[in-house]
């Protein structure tokens, strides 16, 4: 595409790739959290298509179309890992916690409480707390959950594929699957803290008032909650596991 003097029609480009830009946005979507929203994404896809049309030469061998969903792609990428605010060392933390769920499930057969998952941790109850309490915030999904230590991960792998339907990646029946059964399995609290804050859109604050507990409280119900979720979706995604206990499981405590 280039004007009458035969350089690169960068207006006439912007027109007719705005739609590769929201078809990758909309592709992106099917695997991200509510909290994201397409128009961000859209946004920083059209600051990624600007550069590809700035950057854009010949000589790079690739068809304009194909240079552009790489920008696009890594600029849409890179500004949802800017907006991923959870400091590393906090996600490490929620990473062992989601681990000695997973071991704790299964040598137990039921959900552990927080007292054993602070024993497992070799961390004090108060301590154990703070870090749920910490880690406000903690999102169910994150980029790198779709990572695997390859060059190419799950959404490289779709966003690569220009005529897929979206509504195909959203039903990915299997996820679906493991996240309706890990959401059947939270303790109870657990669960009417998850339904008050995502069903009826209750800040912590007013479900601390409904469940008779603290605003902090309600947080680390939220994050241990997560976790939970987390340990049973991406079970056997290669986290690390925390030494196994000994001793035979201890009655099924109550839970707070």
């Given at each position: 595409m280039y004007d009458a003097k035969g350089n690169l029609d960068k207006a006439h480009l912007v027109e007719?790739?705005?739609?590769?830009?929201?078809?990758?946005?909309?592709?992106?979507?099917s695997r991200l959290p509510a909290s994201v929203e397409v128009d961000d994404l859209i946004q920083n896809g059209m600051m990624g298509l600007l550069d590809a049309i700035g950057r854009y030469e010949d000589g790079l061998g690739a068809q304009f179309e194909t240079y552009a969903v790489q920008r696009i792609?890594?600029?849409?990428?890179?500004?949802?890992?800017?907006n991923d605010w959870l400091p590393r060392s906090l996600r490490r933390?929620?990473?062992?916690?989601?681990?000695?769920i997973h071991m704790l499930e299964q040598e137990y057969g039921r959900p552990p409480s927080e007292g054993?998952?602070?024993?497992?941790?070799?961390?004090?109850?108060?301590?154990?707390?703070?870090?749920?309490?910490?880690?406000?915030?903690?999102?169910?999904?994150?980029?790198?959950?779709?990572?695997?230590?390859?060059?190419?991960?799950?959404l490289e792998r779709h966003l690569v594929q220009q005529d897929?339907?979206?509504?195909?990646?959203?039903?990915?029946?299997d996820m679906r699957r493991r996240l309706v059964s890990a959401i059947g399995v939270l303790p109870e609290r657990e669960q009417m803290v998850m339904a008050l804050y995502y069903d009826e859109e209750l800040n912590l604050r007013e479900i601390g008032a409904v469940l008779g507990v603290t605003e902090s409280r309600v947080c680390q119900l939220h994050s241990q909650a997560v976790a939970r979720l987390r340990s049973s979706v991406f079970a056997g995604e290669g986290a690390a596991r925390p030494p196994a206990r000994r001793g035979r499981p201890p009655k099924k405590p109550a839970q707070d």
């Open positions: 007719a790739y705005a739609p590769l830009v929201k078809r990758i946005a909309y592709q992106l979507m792609r890594g600029a849409m990428l890179d500004g949802l890992r800017d933390d929620m990473r062992r916690i989601e681990s000695a054993e998952l602070a024993d497992s941790l070799g961390v004090s109850l108060a301590e154990y707390q703070h870090m749920l309490q910490e880690a406000r915030g903690h999102q169910l999904v994150y980029i790198e959950d779709f990572s695997h230590d390859q060059d190419d991960n799950f897929s339907n979206p509504l195909d990646l959203l039903a990915d029946a």
